[in-house]
């Protein structure tokens, strides 16, 4: 198993947190969230571990890990990023893409690592519930993720127009086998530059919307349900809520540190 973080933004929403530091280094209750991932590809037994770094790499250092940059960080998004490590998707092993600014009980990561498919990716069943405790309308920062009877996914990263449009929330946990890893570089390097895609040119498009491409080209995008165990950390107001329920054991049915 290969891993690789994308670890690359500015983290603009964190500042001042992220005047001196990438988004992954912020600390949550006293560790920083690429620690927390470290420390769950550890005791999952990973040690094939690059990051791809870019806004404030010269302070992203860990011993073991390897580090590619993206020296447009400030001016692309997700998949450019990951294409930066395309080299690394040469078929010789599964690959494991992870957002930097999630941190997951090792519970989660199990369920994505033991997953059977050519793509797969987990979502959170449950994550309305969260949603709810951090902001008074869950759909306003929603988006669509439907599935179909084979427990595939069909549609994701859309606009919702109602909560029957989302069956899970899309974490940023996404496994690509050996055998299809070149196979995603190849459509990459196939998709038109020029075109628009959820509102974004190429270099700017989210990772979702290239997870819909490869569903709309006929790829089978296996859906690994999953109940809460996780948190994103893209806010100032995302952080110091979660620090403050944590520490009082008030998030305890919802996630737990490892």
Known sequence: MRVIILAAGQGTRLRPYTDNRPKCMVELCGKSLIDYQLDAFKAAGITDITVIAGYKQEVLERVGIK???????????????????????????????????????????????????????????????????????????????????????????????????????????????????KKIVKIWDSMDRNAIYDGKDFDNMYLTSFIQYLIDDGWRIKAIPVQSGWLEIDTVDDLQFYEKNIKSNAMNDLFKLN
């Open 67 to 181: 580090k590619i940059i993206n020296p447009a960080y400030a001016s692309t998004n997700m998949v450019s990023t990951l294409m930066c490590a395309k080299d690394l998707f040469n078929g010789d092993t599964d690959v494991l893409i992870t957002y930097g600014d999630i941190v997951y009980e090792q519970r989660i990561l199990n369920a994505i690592l033991e997953a059977k498919g050519d793509v797969s990716l987990t979502i959170d069943k449950e994550w309305k519930r969260l949603w709810g405790l951090r902001m008074d309308n869950p759909l306003d920062d929603a988006e669509t993720l439907k599935i179909d009877k084979e427990g595939c996914i069909i549609e994701i990263g859309k606009k919702p127009i109602s909560y029957d449009e989302i069956q899970g929330q899309y974490m940023g946990l996404i496994k690509i086998s050996a055998e299809k890893a």
